[in-house]
């Protein structure tokens, strides 16, 4: 499951709520010496009420001006017990707060409130489950389209997403938490987002994250990981709108590669269309038949439905190149069609001189 050392959301509103309630407790405990000391001097010393909150604070601070003359003994006996009870109180207060700024609890705190600030101004946003090796390509790729992102994970800190980021993270917050919890999703802003990819390792997180999102807010857009194609029922059933196989499509694609490689092609995808295959591939020009023609005579959407959609040119890139384009000797295509079409156009022109 999706935990880790890091506190995860609601444990930081219980910490938050503990907190609050100490410091109330010891604000009270500073209020309740002041009080007893100044209402003493004040009624059974005679002196008046500034005079004997002065005194009070003082007396309790240690600073020393000297004890009025009026004071009975019986109220130098109070004083050094006003003392011993105000050292402690201010004391044991003073510690507790630098307790807190020192083990990082309350800078936490506060930054916990800067991020639930920054998610509740957030509208349409995208929530990524799991910053793993996918989830951070997945959270580059949305900095990259200018997307709002709050990415959720309970194994690693904020630190170290940051610095795998090749993005602009400006649009990034990020939330240690688990998942699973409702009160996690509600922090990210899952009533207000338009989608939620999940890209956990565990077939069963990743479906019950989806339940969850789905039960607060309905209509949200769910991709997630799947590892097991014997789930996918699963998955459906659980409320996923997308779910990839990305290991299954990693291992296609390498097996594809190898079986489609020339000694002068590259291919660089293989892409399924309904029940079409398309290729794109990039073609070294050096000793074929393309050198020294234009484009426009090759006829390669007439003849083959293929289409040159780029040339590189040493260290130019000419995207869309004109039908009068002459190629040239060190020039690479960069062709995209049907397989079959390739297929002819590769026999026709990319044999050797």
């Not at 196989?245 to 590669?257: L, P």
């Not at 794109?280 to 020009?285: G, H, L, R, S």
Request: aromatic share 8%; net charge neutral.
């Amino acid at each position: 499951m999706e935990t880790g050392t890091g506190k995860n959301i609601l444990e930081v509103q219980m910490l938050k709520n503990e907190i609050t309630k100490r410091l109330i407790k010891h604000l009270i405990s500073i209020f309740a010496v002041f009080f007893v000391g100044t209402i003493y001097y004040w009624i059974f010393e005679d002196l008046s009420f500034l005079d004997a909150l002065f005194f009070t604070g003082i007396t309790i601070s240690t600073v020393g001006y000297g004890m009025p003359d009026t004071i009975s003994s019986t109220g130098r006996i109070f004083t050094l017990f006003l003392i011993l009870a105000g050292l402690s109180v201010v004391l044991y207060s003073v510690s507790y707060v630098t307790a807190l700024l020192v083990e990082g609890e309350l800078t936490q705190l506060f930054k916990m409130r800067r991020t639930e600030k920054r998610v509740s101004k957030m509208n349409n946003h995208i929530i990524v489950v799991g910053i793993g090796n996918i989830g951070t390509q997945v959270v580059n790729q949305l900095l990259r389209f200018k997307e709002y992102v709050v990415g959720i994970d309970a194994n690693i800190t904020e630190k170290e997403i940051r610095e795998r980021l090749i993005e602009d993270g400006s649009k990034l917050v990020f939330i240690n938490g688990d998942a699973t919890n409702e009160n996690v999703l509600l922090k990210a802003g899952i009533k207000q987002a338009r989608a939620l990819i999940t890209t956990l390792p565990d077939d069963a997180l990743n479906i019950f994250v989806t339940l969850t999102a789905k039960n607060l807010n309905p209509n949200i857009y769910v991709v997630s990981n799947i590892t097991n194609m014997n789930n996918l029922t699963k998955f459906i059933y659980a409320g996923v709108d997308h779910p990839i196989a990305t290991a299954e499509i990693a291992g296609v694609k390498m097996v594809e590669t190898i079986r489609l490689r020339k000694q002068r092609e590259n291919v660089l995808d293989v892409l399924n269309i309904r029940d079409k295959r398309f290729r794109v591939e990039i073609v070294d020009v050096s000793s074929t038949n393309l050198e020294g023609k234009r484009i426009e005579e090759l006829q390669l959407k007439e003849k083959y439905n293929v289409y040159i959609i780029a040339l590189l040119k040493g260290e130019e890139f000419v995207l869309g190149p004109s039908k009068n384009e002459v190629i040239c000797k060190d020039c690479k295509l960069i062709a995209f069609g049907e397989e079959e079409g390739l297929s002819r156009f590769r026999n026709d022109f990319l044999q050797a001189k």
